[in-house]
Protein backbone atom coordinates (compact mmCIF):
# COMPACT_ATOMS: atom_id res chain seq x y z
CA UNK A 1 0.00 0.00 0.00
CA UNK A 2 1.31 3.72 -0.86
CA UNK A 3 1.67 5.80 1.59
CA UNK A 4 1.03 9.49 1.17
CA UNK A 5 4.24 11.77 1.05
CA UNK A 6 7.50 13.47 -1.04
CA UNK A 7 7.79 12.96 -4.71
CA UNK A 8 9.15 15.28 -7.35
CA UNK A 9 8.92 17.35 -10.80
CA UNK A 10 9.09 16.47 -13.81
CA UNK A 11 8.19 18.89 -15.66
CA UNK A 12 9.86 17.88 -18.63
CA UNK A 13 8.47 14.63 -20.49
CA UNK A 14 6.33 12.69 -18.10
CA UNK A 15 6.11 10.28 -20.54
CA UNK A 16 10.11 9.22 -20.52
CA UNK A 17 9.90 9.50 -16.61
CA UNK A 18 10.22 6.58 -14.24
CA UNK A 19 9.23 5.92 -10.86
CA UNK A 20 12.03 4.75 -8.65
CA UNK A 21 13.04 3.88 -5.25
CA UNK A 22 14.69 6.24 -2.43
CA UNK A 23 18.08 4.21 -3.00
CA UNK A 24 18.00 5.34 -6.63
CA UNK A 25 17.17 8.97 -6.37
CA UNK A 26 19.72 8.86 -3.97
CA UNK A 27 21.84 7.87 -6.10
CA UNK A 28 21.18 10.31 -9.00
CA UNK A 29 21.16 13.26 -6.19
CA UNK A 30 24.99 12.42 -5.09
CA UNK A 31 25.90 11.91 -9.00
CA UNK A 32 24.27 15.50 -9.97
CA UNK A 33 25.83 17.64 -6.77
CA UNK A 34 28.94 16.13 -7.19
CA UNK A 35 28.88 17.41 -11.00
CA UNK A 36 27.12 20.68 -10.26
CA UNK A 37 28.90 21.57 -6.95
CA UNK A 38 29.93 24.92 -8.37
CA UNK A 39 26.91 26.14 -9.73
CA UNK A 40 24.72 24.93 -6.89
CA UNK A 41 26.81 26.69 -4.58
CA UNK A 42 26.46 29.95 -7.16
CA UNK A 43 22.72 29.73 -6.82
CA UNK A 44 23.15 29.60 -3.02
CA UNK A 45 25.58 32.14 -2.43
CA UNK A 46 23.73 34.85 -4.90
CA UNK A 47 20.70 34.27 -3.28
CA UNK A 48 22.61 34.79 0.76
CA UNK A 49 23.50 37.93 -0.92
CA UNK A 50 20.36 39.38 -0.28
CA UNK A 51 19.59 40.87 3.07
CA UNK A 52 16.51 39.44 4.07
CA UNK A 53 15.77 40.80 7.56
CA UNK A 54 11.78 40.52 8.00
CA UNK A 55 11.18 43.97 8.69
CA UNK A 56 13.11 45.06 5.60
CA UNK A 57 10.46 45.12 2.42
CA UNK A 58 12.41 46.37 -0.34
CA UNK A 59 15.04 43.51 0.30
CA UNK A 60 12.10 40.69 1.55
CA UNK A 61 10.17 41.29 -2.43
CA UNK A 62 13.42 40.98 -3.47
CA UNK A 63 13.90 37.39 -1.76
CA UNK A 64 10.70 36.22 -3.16
CA UNK A 65 11.71 37.57 -6.84
CA UNK A 66 14.58 35.98 -6.32
CA UNK A 67 12.99 32.32 -5.43
CA UNK A 68 10.37 32.84 -8.53
CA UNK A 69 12.93 33.38 -10.74
CA UNK A 70 14.82 30.30 -9.42
CA UNK A 71 12.15 28.15 -10.20
CA UNK A 72 11.43 29.85 -13.62
CA UNK A 73 15.16 28.85 -14.76
CA UNK A 74 13.26 25.40 -13.84
CA UNK A 75 10.48 25.68 -15.94
CA UNK A 76 8.12 25.91 -13.00
CA UNK A 77 5.94 28.45 -12.43
CA UNK A 78 5.87 30.18 -9.13
CA UNK A 79 3.32 32.76 -7.63
CA UNK A 80 3.47 35.04 -4.89
CA UNK A 81 0.17 35.11 -2.42
CA UNK A 82 -0.09 38.27 -1.08
CA UNK A 83 -2.27 40.17 2.24
CA UNK A 84 -2.32 42.81 3.78
CA UNK A 85 1.46 44.38 5.67
CA UNK A 86 2.80 40.58 4.88
CA UNK A 87 5.52 40.01 3.14
CA UNK A 88 4.83 37.10 0.18
CA UNK A 89 3.94 33.78 0.24
CA UNK A 90 5.94 32.12 -2.29
CA UNK A 91 4.11 28.79 -4.00
CA UNK A 92 4.92 26.52 -6.63
CA UNK A 93 2.97 23.31 -7.69
CA UNK A 94 4.89 20.05 -9.60
CA UNK A 95 2.25 17.82 -10.39
CA UNK A 96 1.90 14.64 -11.02
CA UNK A 97 -0.64 13.26 -13.85
CA UNK A 98 -2.95 10.42 -12.07
CA UNK A 99 -1.39 11.67 -8.54
CA UNK A 100 -4.25 11.84 -5.65
CA UNK A 101 -2.37 13.44 -2.71
CA UNK A 102 -0.19 16.55 -2.10
CA UNK A 103 2.69 17.15 0.13
CA UNK A 104 3.80 20.26 0.86
CA UNK A 105 7.52 21.20 1.72
CA UNK A 106 7.86 24.67 3.68
CA UNK A 107 10.69 26.73 4.37
CA UNK A 108 11.08 30.19 5.06
CA UNK A 109 13.25 33.02 3.11
CA UNK A 110 13.82 35.59 6.03
CA UNK A 111 16.35 35.76 8.80
CA UNK A 112 17.39 37.20 11.84
CA UNK A 113 18.60 40.68 12.27
CA UNK A 114 22.53 41.22 12.39
CA UNK A 115 24.82 43.03 14.26
CA UNK A 116 27.79 43.63 11.43
CA UNK A 117 30.40 43.92 14.29
CA UNK A 118 30.14 40.61 15.52
CA UNK A 119 30.73 38.68 11.97
CA UNK A 120 34.19 38.08 11.30
CA UNK A 121 32.94 38.37 7.53
CA UNK A 122 29.88 40.50 6.21
CA UNK A 123 26.58 38.99 7.20
CA UNK A 124 25.27 39.30 3.38
CA UNK A 125 28.69 38.52 1.34
CA UNK A 126 29.11 34.78 1.80
CA UNK A 127 32.24 33.28 2.50
CA UNK A 128 33.48 30.09 2.05
CA UNK A 129 35.88 29.07 5.11
CA UNK A 130 36.99 25.52 6.56
CA UNK A 131 34.20 23.73 4.85
CA UNK A 132 31.67 25.90 5.94
CA UNK A 133 29.38 29.11 4.42
CA UNK A 134 29.24 32.07 6.37
CA UNK A 135 25.97 34.29 5.57
CA UNK A 136 22.87 35.53 7.59
CA UNK A 137 20.49 32.47 6.41
CA UNK A 138 23.33 30.43 5.16
CA UNK A 139 21.38 27.59 7.55
CA UNK A 140 18.24 28.81 8.24
CA UNK A 141 16.49 28.29 5.69
CA UNK A 142 17.79 29.45 3.17
CA UNK A 143 19.99 26.20 2.32
CA UNK A 144 17.00 23.93 2.21
CA UNK A 145 15.33 25.95 -0.36
CA UNK A 146 18.05 25.76 -2.75
CA UNK A 147 18.96 21.98 -1.53
CA UNK A 148 14.85 21.01 -2.46
CA UNK A 149 16.13 23.17 -6.24
CA UNK A 150 19.11 20.69 -6.74
CA UNK A 151 17.46 17.67 -5.68
CA UNK A 152 14.95 18.75 -8.27
CA UNK A 153 17.28 19.21 -11.10
CA UNK A 154 19.27 15.57 -10.20
CA UNK A 155 15.84 14.03 -10.48
CA UNK A 156 14.69 15.73 -13.38
CA UNK A 157 18.21 14.70 -15.10
CA UNK A 158 17.93 11.03 -13.99
CA UNK A 159 14.07 11.20 -15.39
CA UNK A 160 12.91 10.14 -12.07
CA UNK A 161 9.26 11.04 -12.11
CA UNK A 162 7.05 11.68 -8.86
CA UNK A 163 4.66 9.34 -7.27
CA UNK A 164 2.79 12.61 -5.74
CA UNK A 165 1.56 15.85 -6.34
CA UNK A 166 4.53 18.24 -4.93
CA UNK A 167 3.99 22.15 -3.23
CA UNK A 168 6.48 23.83 -1.99
CA UNK A 169 5.62 26.85 0.26
CA UNK A 170 7.80 29.32 1.30
CA UNK A 171 7.36 32.04 4.48
CA UNK A 172 8.89 35.65 4.84
CA UNK A 173 7.97 36.42 8.22
CA UNK A 174 8.59 33.04 10.15
CA UNK A 175 11.40 35.11 12.11
CA UNK A 176 9.17 37.58 13.02
CA UNK A 177 7.12 34.86 14.50
CA UNK A 178 4.73 34.07 11.44
CA UNK A 179 1.78 36.74 12.58
CA UNK A 180 -0.01 36.24 9.14
CA UNK A 181 1.09 32.53 8.06
CA UNK A 182 -2.75 31.69 9.68
CA UNK A 183 -4.30 34.23 7.81
CA UNK A 184 -2.76 32.98 4.44
CA UNK A 185 -3.64 29.66 4.79
CA UNK A 186 -7.07 30.50 6.56
CA UNK A 187 -7.64 33.11 2.62
CA UNK A 188 -6.07 30.71 0.23
CA UNK A 189 -7.25 27.51 1.75
CA UNK A 190 -7.98 25.52 -1.23
CA UNK A 191 -4.30 26.35 -2.41
CA UNK A 192 -2.80 25.58 0.63
CA UNK A 193 -4.44 22.50 1.92
CA UNK A 194 -1.90 19.37 1.02
CA UNK A 195 -2.76 16.06 2.47
CA UNK A 196 0.76 16.11 5.02
CA UNK A 197 3.02 19.17 5.39
CA UNK A 198 7.40 18.47 5.63
CA UNK A 199 8.98 21.05 7.28
CA UNK A 200 12.60 21.86 6.50
CA UNK A 201 13.77 24.06 9.14
CA UNK A 202 15.94 23.25 12.32
CA UNK A 203 19.54 21.31 12.62
CA UNK A 204 20.13 17.82 12.86
CA UNK A 205 20.89 16.12 15.34
CA UNK A 206 24.60 16.56 17.04
CA UNK A 207 26.12 13.66 16.33
CA UNK A 208 25.41 14.83 12.91
CA UNK A 209 22.83 12.26 11.87
CA UNK A 210 19.85 12.79 10.40
CA UNK A 211 16.89 14.20 12.68
CA UNK A 212 13.04 13.62 12.13
CA UNK A 213 10.91 16.09 14.48
CA UNK A 214 6.90 15.42 14.51
CA UNK A 215 6.39 18.33 17.24
CA UNK A 216 7.62 21.98 17.85
CA UNK A 217 7.38 23.48 20.96
CA UNK A 218 5.17 26.98 20.98
CA UNK A 219 6.50 30.63 22.03
CA UNK A 220 5.57 33.92 22.97
CA UNK A 221 7.81 36.90 24.28
CA UNK A 222 7.39 40.20 26.11
CA UNK A 223 9.03 43.18 26.69
CA UNK A 224 9.14 44.22 30.78
CA UNK A 225 10.39 47.20 31.74
CA UNK A 226 10.48 48.11 35.95
CA UNK A 227 10.34 51.40 37.31
CA UNK A 228 12.15 53.68 39.58
CA UNK A 229 12.28 57.38 40.73
CA UNK A 230 12.10 59.80 37.68
CA UNK A 231 15.49 61.01 37.53
CA UNK A 232 19.17 59.14 38.26
CA UNK A 233 19.88 59.48 42.03
CA UNK A 234 23.20 59.27 43.81
CA UNK A 235 23.51 56.37 44.74
CA UNK A 236 25.72 57.44 48.35
CA UNK A 237 22.59 60.23 49.25
CA UNK A 238 19.85 57.68 48.41
CA UNK A 239 20.84 54.24 48.43
CA UNK A 240 18.68 51.94 50.60
CA UNK A 241 15.88 54.32 50.52
CA UNK A 242 15.31 54.81 46.52
CA UNK A 243 14.40 51.75 45.37
CA UNK A 244 16.69 50.36 42.49
CA UNK A 245 14.27 49.55 39.22
CA UNK A 246 17.32 46.92 38.21
CA UNK A 247 17.22 45.10 41.81
CA UNK A 248 13.26 44.67 41.72
CA UNK A 249 13.59 43.34 38.27
CA UNK A 250 16.16 40.45 39.12
CA UNK A 251 14.15 39.27 41.80
CA UNK A 252 11.34 39.59 39.82
CA UNK A 253 12.78 37.26 37.40
CA UNK A 254 14.48 35.15 39.92
CA UNK A 255 10.46 34.52 41.61
CA UNK A 256 9.43 33.24 38.09
CA UNK A 257 12.33 30.57 37.09
CA UNK A 258 14.86 28.28 39.31
CA UNK A 259 18.08 28.00 37.97
CA UNK A 260 17.97 23.97 37.36
CA UNK A 261 14.86 26.18 34.23
CA UNK A 262 11.80 25.01 36.62
CA UNK A 263 9.16 27.55 36.26
CA UNK A 264 8.28 28.82 39.56
CA UNK A 265 5.13 30.57 38.57
CA UNK A 266 2.15 28.93 40.43
CA UNK A 267 -0.31 26.51 38.16
CA UNK A 268 2.10 26.60 35.36
CA UNK A 269 2.64 23.11 34.40
CA UNK A 270 -1.03 22.32 34.98
CA UNK A 271 -2.12 22.01 31.12
CA UNK A 272 1.33 19.92 30.12
CA UNK A 273 0.21 16.88 28.22
CA UNK A 274 2.69 14.18 29.42
CA UNK A 275 5.24 12.23 26.62
CA UNK A 276 3.07 9.43 24.86
CA UNK A 277 4.43 5.89 25.11
CA UNK A 278 5.74 6.20 21.53
CA UNK A 279 7.80 9.12 22.30
CA UNK A 280 9.75 7.72 25.18
CA UNK A 281 10.64 5.11 23.28
CA UNK A 282 11.93 6.79 20.69
CA UNK A 283 13.66 9.39 23.41
CA UNK A 284 15.03 5.67 24.88
CA UNK A 285 16.62 5.43 21.40
CA UNK A 286 17.98 8.58 20.49
CA UNK A 287 21.95 9.40 21.47
CA UNK A 288 22.14 11.55 24.42
CA UNK A 289 25.13 13.48 23.15
CA UNK A 290 25.40 16.11 26.68
CA UNK A 291 28.43 15.39 27.44
CA UNK A 292 30.03 16.42 23.70
CA UNK A 293 27.99 19.12 23.63
CA UNK A 294 28.78 20.41 27.02
CA UNK A 295 32.53 20.04 26.19
CA UNK A 296 32.04 22.11 23.21
CA UNK A 297 30.13 24.96 24.89
CA UNK A 298 32.59 24.58 27.40
CA UNK A 299 29.99 24.31 29.96
CA UNK A 300 30.39 23.81 34.25
CA UNK A 301 26.99 22.47 34.53
CA UNK A 302 23.90 21.92 32.63
CA UNK A 303 20.30 22.82 34.15
CA UNK A 304 17.61 20.58 34.69
CA UNK A 305 17.91 17.10 35.72
CA UNK A 306 17.36 15.33 32.69
CA UNK A 307 19.28 14.72 29.04
CA UNK A 308 18.99 17.68 26.41
CA UNK A 309 16.42 15.73 23.91
CA UNK A 310 14.08 15.33 27.64
CA UNK A 311 14.34 19.11 28.68
CA UNK A 312 13.54 20.43 25.05
CA UNK A 313 9.78 19.01 25.62
CA UNK A 314 9.32 20.98 28.98
CA UNK A 315 7.98 24.47 29.29
CA UNK A 316 11.11 26.89 29.35
CA UNK A 317 11.56 30.89 30.42
CA UNK A 318 14.62 32.45 28.68
CA UNK A 319 15.90 35.63 29.42
CA UNK A 320 16.24 36.94 26.36
CA UNK A 321 18.05 39.93 27.68
CA UNK A 322 18.25 42.64 30.50
CA UNK A 323 19.23 46.24 30.34
CA UNK A 324 19.71 49.24 33.01
CA UNK A 325 22.22 51.73 33.89
CA UNK A 326 25.67 51.29 33.04
CA UNK A 327 28.45 49.39 33.27
CA UNK A 328 32.41 49.20 32.92
CA UNK A 329 33.85 52.65 31.97
CA UNK A 330 30.43 54.37 32.09
CA UNK A 331 29.54 52.82 35.23
CA UNK A 332 28.21 55.45 38.00
CA UNK A 333 27.37 55.32 41.53
CA UNK A 334 23.26 55.92 40.78
CA UNK A 335 20.03 54.17 40.84
CA UNK A 336 18.35 54.03 37.08
CA UNK A 337 15.26 55.62 36.37
CA UNK A 338 14.37 52.02 34.56
CA UNK A 339 15.49 48.67 34.56
CA UNK A 340 14.60 46.60 31.26
CA UNK A 341 13.88 42.43 30.36
CA UNK A 342 13.18 40.98 27.52
CA UNK A 343 12.15 37.12 27.64
CA UNK A 344 10.30 34.54 25.81
CA UNK A 345 8.15 31.42 27.17
CA UNK A 346 8.90 28.30 24.96
CA UNK A 347 5.64 26.20 25.33
CA UNK A 348 4.59 22.49 24.69
CA UNK A 349 1.07 20.55 24.50
CA UNK A 350 -1.32 21.55 25.21
CA UNK A 351 -0.25 24.91 26.67
CA UNK A 352 -1.60 28.37 24.57
CA UNK A 353 0.09 31.62 24.51
CA UNK A 354 -2.90 33.15 26.31
CA UNK A 355 -3.16 31.07 29.13
CA UNK A 356 0.70 31.02 29.66
CA UNK A 357 0.26 34.86 29.56
CA UNK A 358 -2.29 35.04 32.08
CA UNK A 359 -0.46 33.19 34.42
CA UNK A 360 2.57 35.22 34.40
CA UNK A 361 0.48 38.10 34.45
CA UNK A 362 -1.13 36.84 37.59
CA UNK A 363 2.22 36.12 39.23
CA UNK A 364 3.45 39.72 38.46
CA UNK A 365 0.49 41.27 39.85
CA UNK A 366 1.22 38.95 42.98
CA UNK A 367 4.59 39.78 43.45
CA UNK A 368 2.81 43.78 44.22
CA UNK A 369 3.82 45.16 40.52
CA UNK A 370 0.78 47.41 38.99
CA UNK A 371 0.72 46.45 35.17
CA UNK A 372 0.79 48.83 32.67
CA UNK A 373 0.99 48.80 28.72
CA UNK A 374 2.29 52.38 28.15
CA UNK A 375 4.90 54.49 29.45
CA UNK A 376 3.08 55.07 33.24
CA UNK A 377 2.89 59.17 33.96
CA UNK A 378 4.69 60.55 37.52
CA UNK A 379 1.19 59.95 38.75
CA UNK A 380 0.88 56.60 38.52
CA UNK A 381 4.59 55.82 39.43
CA UNK A 382 3.66 57.65 42.58
CA UNK A 383 0.36 55.99 43.31
CA UNK A 384 1.92 51.91 43.06
CA UNK A 385 4.57 50.60 45.45
CA UNK A 386 5.67 49.00 42.28
CA UNK A 387 4.91 49.71 38.51
CA UNK A 388 6.01 46.84 35.85
CA UNK A 389 5.26 47.89 31.83
CA UNK A 390 4.45 44.46 29.97
CA UNK A 391 3.97 44.13 26.38
CA UNK A 392 3.37 40.81 24.51
CA UNK A 393 4.30 39.65 21.49
CA UNK A 394 2.88 37.38 18.46
CA UNK A 395 2.61 33.88 19.87
CA UNK A 396 1.18 30.36 19.17
CA UNK A 397 1.08 27.36 20.77
CA UNK A 398 2.55 23.86 20.42
CA UNK A 399 1.86 20.49 18.12
CA UNK A 400 2.61 17.49 17.68
CA UNK A 401 2.07 14.69 15.06
CA UNK A 402 2.01 11.35 15.45
CA UNK A 403 5.08 9.01 15.34
CA UNK A 404 3.76 5.78 14.73
CA UNK A 405 1.09 6.82 11.82
CA UNK A 406 1.69 5.67 8.44
CA UNK A 407 3.10 8.59 6.90
CA UNK A 408 5.69 9.01 9.73
CA UNK A 409 6.97 5.53 9.36
CA UNK A 410 7.11 5.96 5.63
CA UNK A 411 9.32 9.05 6.39
CA UNK A 412 11.51 7.33 8.97
CA UNK A 413 12.11 4.52 6.22
CA UNK A 414 12.86 6.67 3.71
CA UNK A 415 15.00 9.03 5.63
CA UNK A 416 17.13 5.44 6.59
CA UNK A 417 17.58 4.67 2.83
CA UNK A 418 18.34 8.21 2.27
CA UNK A 419 21.49 8.66 4.75
CA UNK A 420 22.38 4.29 5.38
CA UNK A 421 21.20 4.67 9.04
CA UNK A 422 18.49 4.98 11.36
CA UNK A 423 17.77 9.10 11.93
CA UNK A 424 17.48 10.20 15.26
CA UNK A 425 13.66 10.90 16.28
CA UNK A 426 12.41 13.47 18.47
CA UNK A 427 9.08 14.13 19.47
CA UNK A 428 9.40 17.57 19.00
CA UNK A 429 12.13 19.58 17.88
CA UNK A 430 13.06 22.65 20.73
CA UNK A 431 12.53 25.66 18.67
CA UNK A 432 9.43 27.05 17.94
CA UNK A 433 7.77 26.86 14.64
CA UNK A 434 4.08 27.39 13.83
CA UNK A 435 3.42 23.73 12.95
CA UNK A 436 -0.24 23.85 14.92
CA UNK A 437 -1.28 26.27 11.32
CA UNK A 438 -0.05 23.93 9.11
CA UNK A 439 -2.37 21.08 11.55
CA UNK A 440 -5.36 22.50 10.48
CA UNK A 441 -6.91 21.62 14.76
CA UNK A 442 -4.77 18.42 14.49
CA UNK A 443 -6.21 17.00 10.96
CA UNK A 444 -3.36 17.52 8.77
CA UNK A 445 0.58 15.50 9.42
CA UNK A 446 3.37 17.84 10.07
CA UNK A 447 6.73 16.11 9.87
CA UNK A 448 10.03 18.16 10.49
CA UNK A 449 12.95 17.14 8.07
CA UNK A 450 15.87 19.35 9.06
CA UNK A 451 19.31 19.17 7.32
CA UNK A 452 21.49 21.64 8.29
CA UNK A 453 24.80 21.01 10.85
CA UNK A 454 23.60 21.74 14.78
CA UNK A 455 26.85 24.47 15.24
CA UNK A 456 25.52 26.89 12.61
CA UNK A 457 25.52 29.70 14.71
CA UNK A 458 21.55 30.22 13.69
CA UNK A 459 20.20 33.62 15.07
CA UNK A 460 23.62 34.45 16.03
CA UNK A 461 26.70 36.20 14.40
CA UNK A 462 29.00 34.17 11.80
CA UNK A 463 25.80 31.55 10.91
CA UNK A 464 27.25 28.97 8.78
CA UNK A 465 26.28 25.65 6.79
CA UNK A 466 28.72 22.70 6.65
CA UNK A 467 28.78 21.94 3.29
CA UNK A 468 28.80 18.79 3.36
CA UNK A 469 25.40 18.63 5.58
CA UNK A 470 24.08 20.81 2.15
CA UNK A 471 25.20 17.75 -0.25
CA UNK A 472 23.37 15.39 2.19
CA UNK A 473 20.43 17.19 2.18
CA UNK A 474 20.15 17.42 -1.91
CA UNK A 475 19.97 13.42 -1.28
CA UNK A 476 17.59 13.46 1.43
CA UNK A 477 15.14 15.93 -0.69
CA UNK A 478 15.45 13.84 -4.09
CA UNK A 479 14.45 10.71 -2.13
CA UNK A 480 12.02 12.18 -0.47
CA UNK A 481 10.38 13.12 -3.16
CA UNK A 482 10.49 10.13 -5.23
CA UNK A 483 10.02 7.79 -2.36
CA UNK A 484 6.91 8.22 -1.02
Known amino acids: MRVFFCALLLVASAAAAVAATPGKAVDAARRHHRANQQQILAELTDFL ?32 LRGEGAPPLVVADVPRKGAKRTIAFYAHYDGQPVDPAQWTSAPWSPEIRGGHLYARSASDDKSPIVAMLAALDALRTAKIAPSINLKFVFEGEEEAGSPHLDHYLDRFAKE ?14 Q ?111 NIRGIAGGHVGARASNSIPTEAHASFDLRLVPAQSPERAQSLVER ?56 TGSEPVLLPSLGGSIPMYLFQRGGKVPVIGVPIVNHDNNQHAANENLRLENLWQGIELFAALFAGM
Open 49 to 80: AIPNVASDTPNIEKNAAAIVGMFAKRGIEARL
Open 363 to 418: HIVRRGFHIVREPPSAEVRGAHPRVAKLVWGHGYPAARTPMDSLISKRVIDVAMVA
Open 192 to 205: LSPDAWILCDGPVH
Open 207 to 317: SRRALLYFGARGVTGAELTVYGPLRALHSGHYGNWAPNPLVMLTHLIASMRASDGRILIDGYYDDVVPVSESERAALAKAPAFDEEIRRELALGRTEGSATLNEEILKPAL
